[in-house]
């Protein structure tokens, strides 16, 4: 157990639904990112949450959005699903939102499929 | 844009058959090359962070290396447990830190 929790661990959902992704960080980290990862590119970032507050963006398409609440706990939103869209969604955290010497420490992920 | 590539895409080894993953960067300024071991179905799991070429770690039969346009990760006298995909990952030095990530070498060892 990495201490970063995902849910939902598998979720099947059909073209134009939304569905929502949770992490938990690990206890004392503060930032949050996302990351997708598909079969043909790679783990590609997303968005990165600190203490709350957006700190930087990736390739995010439109149709997502995230937020980090005050307990720490982070949501990624996915909208108009499209087939493309399936993939494995991780999360990571780290203790700063400068401090990556470490790496970072990831959850199992949530792998989404779409049909 | 900063670039990872790892190479091969895939190794097949035998049992204590030593062996070596490249990976190539461009980045303008690094601040940290990280390696994760990922198993299926699983996060990828954190492993080393090199900062500066000549840097070198080890842990177990794993040696990761870093020179200023790639880094290695060798390999030795692996074991069945050490297959998995092996990933790479590069840090700017802006301050922000988005890790960008190859994508992967997958590690296949027989007994």
């Known amino acids: 157990d990495s201490g970063v929790t995902q849910t939902p661990k598998h979720l099947i959902t059909a073209t134009g639904q939304r569905v929502t992704l949770r992490c938990s960080p690990r206890s004392g980290d503060l930032s949050v990112y996302w990351y997708q990862q598909s079969l043909d590119q790679g783990l590609q970032f997303l968005i990165q949450?600190?203490?709350?507050?957006?700190?930087a963006k990736g390739n995010i398409l439109e149709r997502f959005s995230a937020q980090q609440f005050p307990d720490l706990h982070s949501e990624l939103n996915l909208s108009s699903l499209e087939l493309g869209d399936s993939a494995l969604y991780f999360c990571a955290s780290s203790a700063g939102a400068g401090q990556g010497y470490y790496g970072y420490t990831f959850g199992s992920g949530t792998r989404l499929t779409v049909v | 844009e900063d670039q990872v590539t790892q190479s091969p895409e895939a190794l097949r080894l035998q049992e204590g058959e030593s062996s070596s993953l490249n990976c190539s960067y461009t980045?303008?300024?690094?601040?940290?090359l990280f390696w994760y071991r990922q198993d299926p179905g699983k996060g990828p799991e954190f492993l080393f962070t090199l900062y500066s070429a000549g840097e070198e770690k080890e842990k177990e039969r794993l040696k990761a290396t870093l020179t200023k346009k790639e880094s290695f990760l060798h390999i030795t006298a692996p074991k069945p447990e050490d297959s998995a995909t092996y990933l790479c990952a590069v840090q700017e030095g802006t301050g922000f830190q988005k890790l960008v990530f190859g994508t992967g070498t997958r590690l296949l060892v027989s007994p």
């Open positions: 949450y600190y203490n709350g507050e957006e700190r």
């Open positions: 980045v303008s300024g690094l601040r940290g």
